[in-house]
T-cell receptor, first 115, second 112 residues
Framework: KAGVTQTPRYLIKTRGQQVTLSCSPI?????VSWYQQTPGQGLQFLFEYFSETQRNKGNFPGRFSGRQFSNSRSEMNVSTLELGDSALYLC??????????????FGPGTRLLVL | QQPVQSPQAVILREGEDAVINCSSSKALYSVHWYRQKHGEAPVFLMI?????EQKGHEKISASFNEKKQQSSLYLTASQLSYSGTYFCGTDVSGAGSYQLTFGKGTKLSVIP
């Protein structure tokens, strides 16, 4: 089975712009979670989608949004980019999203640099 | 509430052992351990569930102490390939959805 894929792998944007990142989960996986990773804060949960519905959201401003399509592919969008949004954005998938009992498989991430 | 990992960093010589701890201020439903090498995605190591047994494979194992709200990862006879940053992710809800809170990581360096 192919792993989790994320596109693009690298992105450079300027403050005020918006960006859309894409994630394709492992075939058959219906839960997709997004994380932001920075040297200072580590891995922080953004949100989780299951069957096109957002089930959980982390403590991030409304500029961060996402969606999931019927084929389980997911996108996240960040509007009005700020310098502090520079980070590695990781997507992870699991079969049913039963957090306590399932393994999450991470994609390679999208490295976003905001200038 | 972010779990606290200790130590923050450790340097080992090949063949030495290490223990990485993960402590939470909340009752834990499960603990997930991942290893991330520089420039790569986190790779799953193991899950420990509330009421479950100590887990392990090869020379890496982990325990889960529900009363102390903490988990420990044990690396024995370390190899160069064990180098990386180890993260614990905790689930305090036990709900049917996925929301892990990760510690800041423990950087492990194994030297010849």
């Amino acid at each position: 089975k192919a792993g989790v894929t994320q596109t693009p792998r690298y992105l450079i944007k300027t403050r005020g712009q918006q960006v859309t990142l894409s994630c394709s989960p492992i075939s058959g996986h219906r839960s997709v979670s997004w994380y932001q990773q920075t040297p200072g804060q580590g891995l922080q949960f953004l949100f989780e989608y299951f069957s096109e519905t957002q089930r959980n959201k982390g403590n991030f401003p409304g500029r961060f949004s996402g969606r999931q399509f019927s084929n389980s592919r997911s996108e996240m969008n960040v509007s009005t980019l700020e310098l502090g949004d520079s980070a590695l954005y990781l997507c992870a998938s699991s079969p049913r999203g039963s957090g306590g009992q399932e393994t999450q498989y991470f994609g390679p991430g999208t490295r976003l640099l905001v200038l | 509430q972010q779990p606290v990992q200790s130590p923050q960093a450790v340097i080992l010589r090949e063949g030495e052992d290490a223990v990485i701890n993960c402590s939470s201020s909340k009752a834990l439903y499960s603990v997930h351990w991942y290893r991330q090498k520089h420039g790569e995605a986190p790779v799953f190591l193991m899950i420990l569930l509330k009421g479950g047994e100590q887990k392990g494979h090869e020379k890496i194992s982990a325990s889960f102490n529900e009363k102390k709200q903490q988990s420990s990862l044990y690396l024995t006879a370390s190899q160069l390939s064990y180098s990386g940053t180890y993260f614990c992710g905790t689930d305090v809800s036990g709900a049917g959805s996925y929301q892990l809170t990760f510690g800041k990581g423990t950087k492990l360096s194994v030297i010849p």
